[in-house]
DNA sequence: TATTGTTATACTCTATAACTATA
DNA sequence: TATAGTTATAGAGTATAACAATA
């Protein structure tokens, strides 16, 4: 039999995944939808180095076609490019364009502008907090 | 002209943001998915009280036509219910069955046991500080 | 006439299966 | 023969427009 869980911590892990969920949807609904959420997430994996197709199917645990389907989307509206592989004629290397590249930006400004405006008012101890606690649960969910 | 905004504030707001999305997004992925998103969107809102079509799709950002189809797939499974409005002939008022709390409270169940297990090797200390950042998020997302 | 909800139709994202091109 | 990617087709979500029933 396995322990019993203190009620309190019950709880606190309740409330913290709820407040997590909560500012997390604030953050996809209050702020610039340049792109549908499935587009923005290969964007993003663009981001810091080109990926072939295969892997921003495997990275965004979609099947091949569907990743295919959504490149021709952000080919076709000038944010993504496709390039032939010199190494391998099978694959294609996917980049950012700068109009790519520029509505990652923005939309990451804009989410970090809508929170800074939230934490505006703390105070230094009060934003201590939540730097430790920020700290904390990277650690935790990384576990 | 506004305030420059110190790096420090924009840093943690950004890491804050962040790590509520890890922790949403691994919640939601490691966790019981007996019902797609959309319809389980719908069954947290009967939780509480029975609603209309018209309310749900208000609630849930959704066209008429679209919670329509939703609904007819929720009742098709047996996890919601159609009746009609006594007051009011043009209404249904759709309702939770059995089935459909109990897969609301198994999802929720999952989740909270998730993150029951990531905060059981914190510190005291650690579970406060928790406790503090978790009741601080609630409180500038809703100003 | 206004409101609630469904049906008609179309578009997009999802998938699996079949195909092409290259290794 | 195996792998990378696209095309073919189907299923389910979304939407707007048009319709039925009721207030």
């Known amino acids: 039999m396995s322990d019993p869980v203190p009620d309190a ?3 606190l892990a309740s409330d913290v995944r709820m407040a997590c969920q909560h ?3 604030r953050v996809r609904f209050d702020n610039a939808h340049e792109v549908a959420p ?3 997430g290969v ?8 990926r072939t197709a295969g892997e921003l199917a495997a990275l965004e645990q979609v099947s091949a076609p569907s990743m295919s389907r959504t490149l021709n989307g952000l ?3 000038g944010l993504a490019l496709r390039t032939a592989d010199p190494d391998d004629g099978r694959r294609q290397v996917v980049t950012l364009t700068d109009s ?16 800074v405006r939230r934490l505006k008012g703390l105070s ?4 201590a907090v939540l730097r430790e606690a920020t700290d904390l649960l990277e650690r935790v969910i990384r576990a």
């Open 9 to 11: 911590l019950h709880t």
């Open 23 to 25: 500012v997390s949807r």
């Open 38 to 40: 499935h587009q923005f």
């Open 43 to 50: 964007l993003v994996k663009l981001l810091h180095s080109p």
């Open 75 to 77: 080919c076709a509206a």
């Open 100 to 115: 790519g590249r520029s509505v990652v930006e923005r939309t990451i400004a804009s989410r970090d502008d809508w929170m």
């Open 124 to 127: 230094e101890r009060e934003l």
